[in-house]
């Protein structure tokens, strides 16, 4: 008799230090005491975020497999070996939604590959939070990812992606590495037209959670400081 497949759940995590239960539905906690087989990006940080979630569960009995940069392409290709034995595996992120601006994309689509059934659990997208609260375009919109790190480059794009927001009435979403955001929204201030819209909106779903949408001539006499807050950056030109 063939055993059947395990799944494979995307569990979101919390954006910052906040109790897991104010952000997270009681279904993620369910799964997280019947699941014992994670892959993750940081094996503490994950270790802390299961415990902060379900206390009692015996964090000898866990199994991490680690997801990052330095995980090579012949390891990844058996994460997800033991769904071919029924057993079940939870995908955390360290990025909110796993598989969203998240390594995790990749562990998906060898789950299509190997016909593993694939669920994803309700959890807090900054991404998608964000553009709700921008007052932006939420039907036609595109996430860029990091913009050039280059400042001739850098500045290229933002024309590039304020000219696309116009001609196709696209909200243009990027992000930028925590230490560099000031660096980022000067530039952008400084680049993009006097009333193209600019939103920024960072420390989502936690106390010092700021978002703000102006025009990107107001944003020069603004004195948020932003550095080293997770933060997006959304542009639309009307």
């Given at each position: 008799?063939?055993?059947?497949?395990g799944?494979?759940?995307?569990?979101?995590?919390?954006?910052?230090?906040?109790?897991?239960?104010?952000?997270?539905?009681?279904?993620?906690?369910?799964?997280?005491?019947?699941?014992?087989?994670?892959?993750?990006?940081?094996?503490?940080?994950?270790?802390?975020?299961?415990?902060?979630?379900?206390?009692?569960?015996?964090?000898?009995?866990?199994?991490?497999?680690?997801?990052?940069?330095?995980?090579?392409?012949?390891?990844?290709?058996?994460?997800?070996?033991?769904?071919?034995?029924?057993?079940?595996?939870?995908?955390?992120?360290?990025?909110?939604?796993?598989?969203?601006?998240?390594?995790?994309?990749?562990?998906?689509?060898?789950?299509?590959?190997?016909q593993?059934?694939?669920?994803?659990?309700?959890?807090?997208?900054s991404?998608?939070?964000?553009?709700?609260?921008?007052?932006?375009?939420?039907?036609?919109?595109?996430?860029n990812?990091?913009?050039?790190?280059?400042k001739?480059?850098?500045?290229?794009?933002?024309?590039?992606?304020?000219?696309?927001?116009?001609?196709?009435?696209?909200?243009?979403?990027?992000i930028?590495?925590?230490?560099?955001?000031?660096?980022?929204?000067?530039?952008?201030?400084?680049i993009l037209?006097?009333?193209?819209?600019?939103?920024?909106a960072?420390?989502?779903?936690?106390?010092?959670?700021?978002?703000?949408?102006?025009?990107?001539?107001?944003?020069?006499?603004?004195?948020?400081?932003?550095?080293?807050?997770?933060?997006?950056?959304?542009?639309?030109?009307d």
């Amino acid at each position: 008799m063939q055993i059947p497949k395990g799944k494979l759940y995307l569990i979101p995590t919390r954006l910052g230090d906040n109790p897991p239960l104010e952000v997270l539905p009681l279904a993620i906690k369910k799964i997280i005491e019947q699941v014992d087989y994670y892959i993750v990006e940081n094996e503490k940080t994950a270790r802390r975020f299961i415990k902060r979630v379900s206390p009692n569960k015996p964090q000898p009995n866990l199994k991490l497999r680690v997801l990052n940069k330095y995980t090579t392409e012949a390891e990844r290709q058996t994460f997800l070996n033991p769904c071919l034995e029924g057993v079940t595996i939870g995908l955390l992120s360290e990025a909110g939604c796993p598989a969203i601006a998240d390594p995790g994309s990749d562990i998906v689509s060898l789950a299509h590959q190997m016909q593993i059934k694939v669920t994803p659990l309700v959890g807090p997208s900054s991404i998608i939070l964000a553009l709700m609260a921008s007052g932006m375009n939420g039907q036609n919109f595109c996430f860029n990812g990091y913009l050039p790190i280059d400042k001739s480059e850098k500045k290229s794009k933002i024309k590039a992606l304020e000219r696309l927001s116009y001609e196709q009435n696209q909200a243009q979403i990027c992000i930028e590495t925590p230490y560099r955001n000031m660096t980022l929204l000067n530039d952008l201030a400084q680049i993009l037209q006097p009333h193209t819209r600019l939103c920024v909106a960072c420390d989502l779903t936690l106390p010092t959670e700021f978002i703000k949408t102006l025009a990107a001539k107001d944003w020069k006499h603004q004195n948020e400081d932003l550095h080293k807050r997770p933060a997006i950056f959304i542009i639309q030109k009307d």
